[in-house]
Structure formats: C-alpha cells, structure tokens
C-alpha cells in the first residue's frame, strides 16, 4: 500500500538586506520577488533610496529550479501541496519580519512589497498573519482570488494599498486588469492604481515616484 507522509525539516533560506537596522530607520520595507526571480537582483532596486532612513529585507523563496537556463531562479509556491508551501513561507517571512521589526523604532513605517508572483505571496502571508503593516505595494502583481478579504474589512480600512503595473505589461491584459478591479472592488478593498509606461518589471525612477506620492507625503 502507498501512502503519503510528511515531516518538518530544516532548511537554509537566503535572504539580502538593504541598509542598518537602527532605530533610526524610518521605512522598514519587507519586499518579495516574482516568479523565476531571486532576491539579490530585487534588492538592487530599492538602492535608489537613503540606507539611513530605509532598510529593505528581501527574502528569496525556498524553491529553487533553472530559469532561462543556464541562469537559476526561484518560486514561492507552485500547485503541488501549496497549502504546506505557504504554511511553509509564511512562517518563514514572518520570522524575518519579527526579527528584524524588533530591532527598529515603534514608530517605523511599515511598507509590504511584492512583485509579480511576490504581489500573492505577501496577500497570503498576510491573510494568515494579520502583521502590522501601513502600506501595500502590489507591483504588476494580483490578489489571490481564492481568498475572502470581506473578512477582514477593517484590518484592510486603516491601510493604504497600491497597485501598480506598466501599460506594456505583457502578463495583464486589459479583460485581466478589469477583472482584477472588479474583484477588488467586491472585496472592499481601496487600491490606489498607478499606471506607468513600461513592462512587467520593477523601474527605479517610477518605484521612486510611487514613494514620494504616496508614502512620503503623509
């Protein structure tokens, strides 16, 4: 007779920060890669802002395979036993997140970052956490549509969420983009929607802008 089973194991994870985490700091970013990605070129891109006032954990997703080989990339989950693979990351980010959060000044801004497959992988960790956050940056990304996120209304209300994505995008089709609004909107959720014009990636210049818009100014 075959039989499935399964066990707890350790395993390294890898992850690059950005910046000091001094109580100085007064934007804690926690930022998640896109599918094929791995975080030490999603770091890259937050270098833009001032390592004294922002410090940027990313953490690379623990499955690893070859990506437009020869060059390897990474995955948060795939269909294949997904309920122990986001059990298994969001324990994982949420380990980093208190970690670090701990080390920073209580009134530190909290901004969560995702990118393509990293915009559900923070949902996820999220609806299963709760953690404290200010702002949401869902970067040409999408809400899990298998979640109810009408059950936390007023968690979501007292958060600012974004969502962001260029006008060539070429994984968001507009009959997507319209459905993904619609969702969102069934779901009471208040995106702040910005287009820009580019492609399915993450621009510095426009990743400046959309912190200086959005999240500065308050």
């Keep these: 007779m075959i039989q499935e089973h399964k066990i707890h194991v350790q395993k390294t994870a890898h992850y690059y920060t950005f910046g000091t985490p001094t109580e100085k700091v007064e934007y804690f970013w926690l930022a998640t890669h896109g599918y094929g990605e791995l975080a030490g070129r999603t770091i890259k891109k937050f270098d833009i802002f001032d390592a004294n006032k922002h410090f940027v954990v990313a953490p690379e997703a623990l499955n690893k395979f070859y990506w ?118 069934k779901n009471q959720l208040d995106l702040n929607i910005h287009e820009f014009k580019g492609t399915h990636r993450i621009e510095k210049d426009v990743l400046k802008n959309v912190f200086n818009s959005f999240i500065m100014q308050e």
């Design 68 to 185: 437009k080989r020869p060059q390897p990339g990474a995955t948060w989950m795939t269909s294949h036993q997904r309920l122990d693979e986001i059990a298994d990351y969001t324990k994982y980010i949420k380990g980093l997140y208190d970690h670090y959060l701990a080390q920073l000044h209580p009134n530190v801004k909290i901004i969560l970052f995702g990118f393509s497959q990293g915009s559900q992988t923070q949902m996820r960790w999220i609806m299963n956490e709760l953690p404290h956050f200010d702002h949401l940056i869902l970067w040409a990304g999408a809400l899990p549509d298998d979640l109810d996120y009408t059950q936390q209304k007023e968690y979501f209300a007292s958060k600012k969420l974004h969502w962001i994505y260029g006008d060539k995008d070429e994984f968001l089709t507009p009959e997507y983009l319209k459905m993904h609004k619609a969702f969102a909107k």
